[in-house]
């Protein structure tokens, strides 16, 4: 689920995913309806760089202005990309590393936040 949205995970869904992806799909419960595929935790832990940190930095940033249409909304976006710092990815990027080392020693287990 990304910030409040449900997730599309009917069976049809999931029969279109398997049909084009077949067990290369993660999502939750997709093993239920399909057999082949893994099993996506409903709160696991942010793998990606953009769910570790930047859906949030652009989220908080682009609705703040409250954009309007889609061409504030984009405008929006590309001002709150641009301005995030060389020094604040690299930043970014070590953290991030350091929280997977932390997500294998907890053996993919949840652990609190951790500010590094």
């Known amino acids: ?5 449900r ?3 009917t069976e049809k869904v999931f029969r279109f995913l398997d049909e084009y992806f077949g067990n290369r799909v993660i999502a939750l419960d997709y093993p239920k309806f399909t057999g ?4 996506w935790p ?9 769910d570790y940190f930047l859906w949030g930095a652009l989220k908080d940033t682009v609705y703040g202005n409250h954009p309007s ?3 504030e909304l984009e405008l929006a976006i590309c001002v709150a990309r641009n301005s995030i710092s060389v020094q604040t990815l690299k930043d970014v990027i070590s953290n991030f590393i350091l929280h997977l080392r932390h997500l294998i020693f907890s053996d ?4 609190e936040i951790i500010v590094f």
């Open 36 to 39: 082949p595929g893994m099993d």
């Open 69 to 71: 249409t889609l061409d």
């Open 7 to 9: 997730p599309q995970r």
């Open 1 to 5: 689920m990304q910030d409040g949205a």
């Open 42 to 50: 409903p709160y696991s832990s942010d793998l990606t760089l953009f």
């Open 108 to 111: 993919g287990e949840n652990f």
